[in-house]
């Protein structure tokens, strides 16, 4: 489903691995939503959708941003565990936790944030969230954790940093606050690595059966 899982493959002794990368469906109304409906929030809106657990980067995060006080940057945590909104103090600033959403409000939610945090100190096999943003036109911050920012380019559509590396994510989020203007504008383009739909991977996937069940395909 990723290049990060073929390459994981081979390493083990799997010589013949072809990928075929998951896809990714949206609704039009949640691709690239006009900025007309994006609320007159001020500064940076910064979402983190991980859930409350360890290897998805929430603590790793939480230590992180209360390093320094981020007068711009304003993060949203989405709880799966919580039915109200809720505010914490993480350091000098406050972040705010939401309930989780359904299909029908992503939209909604999205049209409402600038940057997606992808923190995950476990390495993953394929980052939905991070393409699903991609595809969105936001920002994606990640850890270089497996397949998660495969399809993020450096300085073009977000930043990738090293898995578990808390300085590197600590200077990122520094910019981020610093430079907060540039990232509540989408990123100039998202084609850099083109995330594949659903129909676009089936495609492919049936080229690929098509060819295990020719004779000249058998190995």
């Known amino acids: 489903?990723?290049?990060?899982?073929?390459?994981?493959?081979?390493?083990?002794?799997?010589?013949?691995?072809?990928v075929n990368k998951n896809?990714?469906?949206?609704p039009e109304t949640m691709v690239h939503a006009p900025a007309a409906e994006k609320t007159a929030q001020a500064g940076l809106q910064l979402a983190y959708l991980g859930g409350i657990c360890r290897h998805k980067g929430?603590?790793?995060?939480?230590?992180v941003y209360s390093r320094s006080r981020l007068v711009n940057l304003h993060l949203r945590i989405v709880d799966f565990d919580?039915?109200?909104?809720?505010?914490?103090?993480?350091?000098?600033?406050?972040?705010?936790?939401?309930?989780?959403?359904?299909?029908?409000?992503?939209?909604g939610f999205y049209s409402n944030i600038d940057a997606i945090v992808a923190p995950s100190i476990w390495p993953e096999s394929f980052g939905l969230i991070?393409?699903?943003?991609?595809?969105?036109?936001?920002w994606v911050v990640a850890a270089d954790a497996g397949g998660l920012a495969e399809d993020v380019t450096e300085g073009i559509d977000g930043h990738v940093f090293p898995l578990g590396d808390s300085d590197r994510l600590h200077e990122i989020?520094?910019?981020?606050?610093?430079?907060?203007?540039?990232?509540?504008?989408?990123?100039?383009?998202?084609?850099?690595?083109?995330v594949k739909s659903i129909a676009e991977?089936?495609?492919?996937?049936?080229?690929?059966?098509?060819?295990?069940?020719?004779s000249r395909g058998r190995v």
């Open 1 to 18: 489903v990723s290049d990060y899982q073929a390459d994981l493959y081979r390493r083990n002794g799997f010589a013949n691995v072809e």
């Open 23 to 26: 896809g990714v469906s949206l």
């Open 58 to 63: 929430y603590y790793f995060l939480k230590a």
């Open 82 to 107: 919580t039915a109200t909104k809720h505010t914490e103090q993480w350091g000098d600033n406050s972040v705010e936790f939401v309930p989780p959403f359904d299909m029908e409000n992503m939209a």
């Open 130 to 138: 991070s393409r699903e943003a991609l595809l969105m036109g936001k």
């Open 173 to 194: 989020l520094v910019s981020l606050d610093e430079h907060a203007e540039k990232y509540r504008l989408s990123p100039e383009t998202t084609n850099s690595k083109p």
């Open 201 to 214: 991977q089936v495609d492919e996937l049936v080229t690929l059966y098509e060819w295990l069940v020719d």
